[in-house]
């Protein structure tokens, strides 16, 4: 391996590289826009430009393109080269600080909700300076923002940058009733786990569901699964370790803090996660940690594959995002302390918090939306669709005491015994972790684990920064003007954990009980993309949007009904591949393994009449039975494909996707599978569960 500091940002146009090739001023300068999120003058962007140029060359690339993330759920760009004509024929390399601010793709072919007419093309891509250019495959990569001719936000990184200048406003109030003088700034900090499948890519070529839809459309359950928990931290295959290895050095060398490995809960799952980084930079290098998860696959002959649910009967892959606020002093905003119970200002920012999530339940549910996601949430593998706060012991203790007006009784930290004399006593912790939580603290940060492993998490931290700068701007509104500051934040502490305090659940979310004792809550239950999406555009979440300056109500509309179309193309695009397998794959291998039988049983009853056929006979007559029920299923799916594209609205072709074209899917998938296990192994026209889960 080499040596991980000299691989590490060394495609990265980071601080140390700026330093080295920028004047003093211009370095400065830099600096300033980064830290504070200032405007950067012209000129100091030609001298910029040139350096990245420079630098960029030296490293191998030919080309610049200005990096963005489209509504589409991946990234985009546009390559041009450094390449420009001279006067005698020749030419030079140059690069503008023009080309480097600006840039001006085609938007007529990306997602705009109805913001604009497919004919209005023109789009501009804006630099962000907050987030470091890098090198990949010969392309200078320069992240941006993408917005259309005038000015509706068309990216998720927009949104995410105006909702982290809009949380740092609002914290710093806070802050500064706290007498605080030394922060200026405060940043949302993300560390997102990403869960992933290995499979051989040759099998996975083989299956028309994993090359369309990322996912099996059929698939009966192989004799082993996940039962047995011996995958879970087991000891990492050669081959994984292998792929591990390679994306560890790809990852480091664009600077993405890839921190931890292992292999997940289900058959030839695993996980990596980074340390913990600022929310826009977090993002973007989330996004390339996806892509080049797949790129490294290819080179060991693996797919990795990052749908939620690629498999039935197994877990599926999420991606939990811990999320913290601290100052850019160092000061976690988070942290409770020795002595939570003595921390105001932990406590205030935690208040703001719960009281957030509880007004903002549904949003929180809609930024973790989509047609794969569905499958996970609620399914024993994943927090349900219901959203809580799981707080610990201790929290909730000291929160029962403020309520209560008692004096909180904090118990000593014991010691764990472990039993072995050889082994040291440790410390026990204050509460215990719980991984059946939707939104869980974990000691000085907050764990959102409804995320599905292929979704940006850019939507759920600007919803989380937003609502919580909400939460911080009400709280700031009622302290700034207090005549007795101490006696009004206890008061609006207790108010707050009083009005609130339904959403703190500290039990097992998966169980049923917990599902009826939510209703009674009133807390909101909302199970499918298509239950969640409408309460994005309520009129409580438009004001909450429009008033930060995070989105214009046609922005809000056209982000619903991007999600929904999406929502509605993507178990479209399904319904049309099982049709196809079903069709052209699983009927004539189930009619070739039938004729065969019957020539058998034929051939049998030729060389004696009292020939015993009760075994080819059952079984035909048996798939006979279930490949017409097939059959049936395939044409009542295809009617309601024809059925679905006479509703008008999006909403109502949402609602009949989810309640009759998914149905009628399952059913179909039910009698495929069962059909799978009666025919013979060599006649089946695709890989099996056990041949793609136990074979790398």
């Known amino acids: 391996m080499s040596n991980i500091p000299d691989i590490f940002g060394s495609m990265v146009f980071n601080d140390q590289v700026m330093k080295e090739r920028l004047p003093k ?104 300076p907050t987030s470091y250019a890098f090198i990949k495959d010969g392309t200078l990569c320069i992240p941006t923002a993408f917005c259309s001719y005038s000015g509706e936000a068309l990216d998720k990184k927009t949104p995410l940058l105006r909702s982290m200048e809009t949380i740092n406003l609002q914290a710093m109030r806070i802050l500064q009733l706290f007498g605080n003088t030394e922060a200026t700034r405060v940043n949302t900090t993300v560390g997102p786990e990403q869960e992933y499948f290995l499979i051989n890519k040759d099998l996975v070529e083989q299956r028309k569901d994993l090359v369309y839809c990322g996912r099996t459309l059929f698939g009966a359950k192989p004799p ?54 600022t929310t826009n930079i977090a993002t973007d290098h989330n996004q390339l940690t996806m892509e080049i998860m797949k790129k490294t696959a290819a080179n060991h002959g693996l797919t990795c594959l990052l749908h939620e649910k690629p498999f039935a009967g197994i877990n599926g892959s999420g991606k939990h995002n811990n999320w913290s606020l601290s100052t850019n002093t160092g000061l976690n905003l988070l942290e409770p302390g020795d002595s939570p119970e003595e921390n105001a200002q ?50 909730t203790d000291i929160l029962e005491a403020i309520e209560s007006g008692n004096v909180y009784d904090p118990k000593a930290k014991t010691e764990m015994k472990i039993g072995v004399d050889v082994l040291p006593g440790f410390p026990k912790d204050a509460t215990d972790r719980n991984r059946t939580s939707p939104f869980a603290f974990t000691g000085n940060k907050f764990e959102f684990r409804m995320l599905g492993s292929a979704i940006s998490i850019a939507g759920a931290n600007f919803v989380l920064n937003t609502v919580i700068a909400e939460e911080l701007s009400q709280f700031a509104d009622a302290l700034e003007g207090a005549n007795d500051f101490t006696k009004s934040l206890n008061a609006l502490i207790k108010t707050t954990i009083t009005d609130h305090k339904r959403i703190i659940f500290n039990g097992n979310n998966y169980a049923e009980e917990w599902l009826q004792e939510a209703e009674k809550r009133g807390l909101l239950n909302l199970k499918s993309t298509v239950d969640a999406l409408p309460y994005f555009i309520s009129d409580k979440n438009i004001k909450l949007f429009t008033k930060h300056k995070i989105f214009t109500e046609p922005e809000m509309h056209s982000r619903y009904e991007i999600t929904m179309e999406n929502y509605c193309k993507v178990i479209n695009i399904e319904a049309l591949t099982m049709l196809e397998m079903g069709k052209k794959e699983i009927i004539p291998a189930v009619c070739s393994y039938m004729k065969d039988l019957s020539d058998t049983a034929i051939s049998k009853k030729a060389l004696s009449a009292d020939m015993n056929c009760e075994l080819e006979t059952s079984i035909v007559s048996k798939l006979s039975s279930l490949s017409e029920s097939l059959y049936k299923k395939t044409k009542k799916l295809e009617e309601g494909l024809l059925d679905v594209r006479n509703l008008c609205s999006l909403q109502a072709q949402g609602e009949y996707y989810r309640d009759f074209i998914f149905l009628d899917m399952q059913e179909l998938r039910a009698i495929a599978d069962e059909i799978e296990v009666l025919v013979g192994e060599q006649y089946w026209p695709y890989p099996t569960y056990g041949q793609l889960l136990f074979s790398v």
């Open 346 to 395: 932990f406590l205030l920012f935690l208040a703001a918090i719960i009281k957030g999530v509880d007004e903002y339940q549904d949003l929180l549910r809609v930024s973790v939306a989509s047609a794969a996601n569905d499958h996970r949430l609620g399914a024993n593998e994943a927090p349900p669709a219901i959203v809580s706060i799981f707080l610990g012991e201790e929290l």
């Open 224 to 277: 082993k699964g996940q039962e047995m928990e011996d995958h879970y931290f087991g000891a990492i295959k050669p081959r994984v370790l292998a792929y591990m290895k390679e994306l560890d050095e790809e990852l480091w060398k664009l600077g993405i803090l890839a921190k931890t490995k292992h292999n997940e809960v289900a058959p030839s799952q695993h996980e990596l996660a980074p340390i913990f980084t």
């Open 25 to 128: 001023n211009t370095y400065k300068a830099m600096k300033k826009t980064i830290e504070n999120s200032h405007s950067l003058d012209r000129g100091i962007a030609d001298i910029v430009a040139n350096a990245m140029k420079d630098w960029a060359i030296e490293k191998g690339a030919t080309h610049f393109t200005h990096w963005f993330q489209p509504m589409t759920g991946i990234t985009a760009e546009k390559h041009d080269s450094f390449i420009s004509p001279t006067p005698d024929g020749n030419i030079i390399m140059e690069f503008s600080g023009k080309e480097l601010i600006k840039g001006e793709p085609d938007a007529s072919s990306f997602p705009s909700g109805g913001l604009r007419a497919t004919f209005e093309a023109r789009g501009y891509t804006a630099w962000d």
